[in-house]
């Protein structure tokens, strides 16, 4: 019960019930959709890189449990004013945190609120099986980042 | 610690005569603790746990009998080939097939489901032709045939369920006519635990000159499966399910229909004569058996046969239906839960959604009170989309299930809703 506690803490709970920035920019310039096949949860996020490649805003929309909806929300959060560099290193620090890599976290260029944020949502790794409900949304973020990303490049 | 010192009502239970206590030490992992509590074992429809008298004939023949079969003239291997043939005849029995020869071993009911497809299929259906499923198939015997469809042109007609999850059967009378070769249909659906009417769907489609597979992962568990009685064509299932080991399954088809079917892999064991000109293949059932098949997996599951009528099937309904329905009655009691599946006719599963909380939250939550259950798609999509939700949590309750986890499960969902605040 203790551990459970740890893992739904009131943060998850609250954004998993109320997800923040849930709906469909018409700004978006940069998307990706992820689903876990295992379980069915799936995702669309959107993301509207301004013309100084920075994260004006973040959005998703899908479903899923409320690990999934909650990393989600929080990520779409942490994501605003980001350059794509910042939004990879928050991807790698999110990976790194839930599949019990520690040590390659580097929490250290992160404010305070964001590295609190991502330690609760790495209590998800006490759980092996729902690791990927956490993670979900940073690889489709990743991905849409990537994406485009690729693209630019051949422009 | 057993179970029966959590709830002393549960040790006094007794379903005329069944003793689920007794019948509880038969099985050994029944004894352990998860995450520090004692296992409440509520996921047997994805697959069973093991008496010891299969595990312990497994060893047996290991220890004592093993040698590959059909091929030796050496004493061993007479043995191992007795012994396999031997659990060919129980099977034939427990299905109450006409003769062993209609029995094929496969390595799962999945595997069965496409035999039927590359074989009979491949051979006999084409464009202009229809298979009717059901909006109730789990994935395996939908895709095979969504498969076969894409290289041959046929069609795949789906029989709609009412709210209760039970197949309409005015519906699908409609659906099978002349153009219609098989009617493939689960007896009973692993998602809502839904017994389909197979007696009456096979007089449909035989009326029309349809065959008729069904798939009986799940209802040859729960019920007695008499296949001529059901007059059925070809009829699939699973040892693991069924308590016994995994890697082996079974179809059952009816002997001229098996006959008339060409071979469904190449290999050892199937062939009569072996040319590079040519090859001819042997008789049914050993056309279909390319290879050194799962051999100490059939004498595991014959082993679980014979444990299951030494139980006595009947007594062992019985038991299965007094939890399914207290479990019932516990769950219909919960505020917020929803129970999907509610036909009059139902095997012992209970598919549920609590509002506010995730399938999948729900079965993290009852893991750490030590109650296993089954969260998600259950492998039908189709389904889940008929009934509007993305995963359901699934409990499903078998021989050794008792009131006391049924209690268990409806305590950890109260916990499930102290944390989501439900």
Redesign the interface.
């Known amino acids: 019960m203790s551990d459970l506690r740890d893992l739904y803490q009131e943060v998850i709970l609250d954004h998993g019930k109320a997800p923040r920035n849930f709906g469909h920019p018409a700004g978006a310039n940069r998307t990706a959709h992820g689903h876990n096949a295992m379980c069915g949860d799936t995702i669309d996020v959107f993301l509207t890189v301004d013309d100084e490649g920075r994260i004006a805003d973040a959005a998703f929309q899908g479903q899923g449990c409320a690990i999934s909806v909650a990393s989600a929300s929080m990520m779409t959060e942490m994501l605003k004013g980001k350059t794509q560099a910042d939004a990879h290193h928050l991807f790698e620090t999110m990976h790194a945190l839930c599949t019990g890599h520690e040590d390659e976290a580097d929490l250290a260029d992160l404010d305070e609120d964001t590295a609190d944020r991502m330690q609760i949502l790495a209590g998800v790794k006490q759980y092996p099986m729902r690791v990927k409900c956490a993670t979900l949304a940073w690889h489709t973020m990743d991905k849409a980042m990537n994406d485009k990303a690729k693209e630019d490049l051949s422009v | 610690m057993t179970l029966a010192t959590i709830d002393p009502i549960h040790r006094a239970r007794r379903t005329n005569g069944f003793d689920v206590e007794r019948v509880r030490e038969d099985f050994p992992i029944l004894a352990r603790k998860v995450h520090g509590k004692p296992l409440v074992y509520l996921d047997s429809a994805a697959s069973a746990q093991k008496p010891r008298a299969v595990i312990d004939a497994m060893s047996r023949f290991y220890e004592e009998d093993y040698a590959n079969i059909h091929r030796g003239v050496h004493f061993l291997s007479q043995r191992a080939t007795d012994a396999f043939e031997a659990a060919r005849a129980k099977v034939a029995r427990f299905l109450n097939a006409a003769k062993a020869d209609e029995i094929i071993f496969t390595r799962n009911a999945t595997e069965s489901i496409n035999l039927v497809a590359q074989s009979w299929g491949r051979k006999n259906l084409g464009p202009g032709d229809e298979i009717v499923l059901t909006e109730l198939e789990h994935h395996a015997n939908i895709v095979p045939w969504q498969m076969l469809r894409a290289e041959k042109g046929f069609e795949i007609k789906v029989a709609p369920i009412d709210d209760t999850g039970q197949i309409r059967l005015d519906a699908m009378a409609k659906l099978i006519g002349p153009r219609t070769r098989l009617v493939a249909v689960s007896h009973m659906s692993n998602a809502l635990g839904t017994i389909l009417p197979v007696r009456e769907i096979v007089r449909m489609a035989h009326a029309n000159d349809a065959l008729v597979l069904i798939d009986g992962c799940q209802a040859a568990v729960h019920k007695q499966i008499d296949v001529q009685a059901l007059d059925a064509d070809f009829y699939a299932f699973s040892a693991h399910k069924l308590y016994g080991p995994t890697g082996i399954g079974v179809l059952y088809g009816k002997y001229a229909l098996l006959d008339a079917m060409p071979p469904y892999q190449g290999g050892g064991d199937m062939i009569d004569r072996v040319t590079f000109a040519r090859t001819t293949f042997k008789e049914p059932p050993h056309r279909f058996e390319a290879g050194t098949p799962a051999i100490t997996e059939a004498i595991g599951l014959a082993a679980a046969i014979d444990y299951l009528a030494e139980l006595g099937p009947s007594l062992v309904a019985d038991h299965e239906d007094d939890v399914l329905a207290y479990a019932t009655e516990k769950l219909t009691a919960i505020d917020g839960l929803t129970i999907h599946g509610t036909a009059a006719e139902k095997g012992a599963i209970l598919s549920f959604t609590i509002a506010?909380?995730?399938?999948?939250?729900v079965a993290?939550?009852l893991d750490?009170q030590g109650v296993a259950v089954r969260?998600?798609?259950h492998c039908a999509?189709p389904l889940?989309d008929r009934l509007g939700v993305?995963?359901t949590a699934r409990a499903s309750f078998a021989l050794y299930s008792t009131r006391a986890e049924a209690d268990a499960l409806a305590d950890a969902i109260g916990?499930v809703k102290r944390?989501?605040?439900l």
């Open positions: 506010g909380a995730h399938a999948h939250d993290t939550i750490q969260a998600g798609h999509h889940m993305t995963a916990t944390i989501f605040k």
